[in-house]
């Protein structure tokens, strides 16, 4: 492909725009590398200048990864997950492509501190379920979860079952527990040096982190669940409905007038 010179779009955007239309189509493979810099130079016939900045809008892009000492490569995929409904992380893995595998790397239990004693509505010193286990797609670590159950919920459980089953499921069918909401926060911070293990990623490299308690139609508490989510790897996605009526811009003037003739 040769890049049109006298457009207005700048070479180095053309020259993005080709290389996410191979990344799009499949031409350039997840996990494959990239030409170097040097290559695109010549192939293309434009500055190294041009080939860094179209290289670089692709890495803001989170298209492309560069690995220092090894070259750029094909970013794989992101996990997409949709906010409009509540699943377990292990059942939105379960449509992707590849082999998901959860390894259980903590099963037992513990007694709650008060943190997880008030997410559970325990008391502080109750037995729980605590289960550790970390994702992977395609042999990659994807996201750590630490998630605690009620010891009445969690004693029906097995460690091999929790091995290969989402813990939805296993309430359904172990615990007799139907879903029926849940309540979430959800933080972008700095990976810790254990977290950071986990997810294979340099200390401080940005993570997402979910702690979300999940009520059964009873309105009990079913599951504890601190999710971190490498931040490369996963976007949050959602439908937004705005509501004409309620949201009207009022001025700071007309707030104030209304407030002193209250």
Known sequence: ?????NLAIP?????????????????????????????????????????RKALDLLADEGLIVRRQGKGTFVAPPKIRQDLHTLRGFAEVMAERDGAQVMQVVEFGMVRADTRVARALGVAVGDSVLRINRRHLLSDDPVAFAIIYIPAAL?????????????????LAQKAHIEIKRATQVIRAIAA????????????????????????????KPVEFILLT????????????FRDAKENVFRSRDSVEGSLHES
């Open 1 to 5: 492909m040769q890049l049109g010179r």
């Open 11 to 51: 070479l180095y955007e053309q020259l993005a725009s080709e290389l996410r239309r191979q990344i799009k189509t499949g031409k350039l493979k997840p996990g494959g590398a990239l030409a170097p810099e040097t290559a695109l130079v010549a192939k293309f016939k434009v500055s190294r200048i041009t080939a």
């Open 154 to 170: 969690g004693s029906s459980f097995a460690l091999d079952e929790v091995s290969t089953t989402p813990i939805y499921t296993l």
């Open 192 to 219: 810790d040096v254990a977290t950071a293990k986990e997810l294979a990623l340099p200390k401080s490299a940005p993570v997402m982190i979910v702690e979300r308690v999940t009520y059964s139609t009873e309105e």
């Open 229 to 240: 989510y490498r931040g490369d790897r996963h976007e949050l996605a959602m439908e937004l």
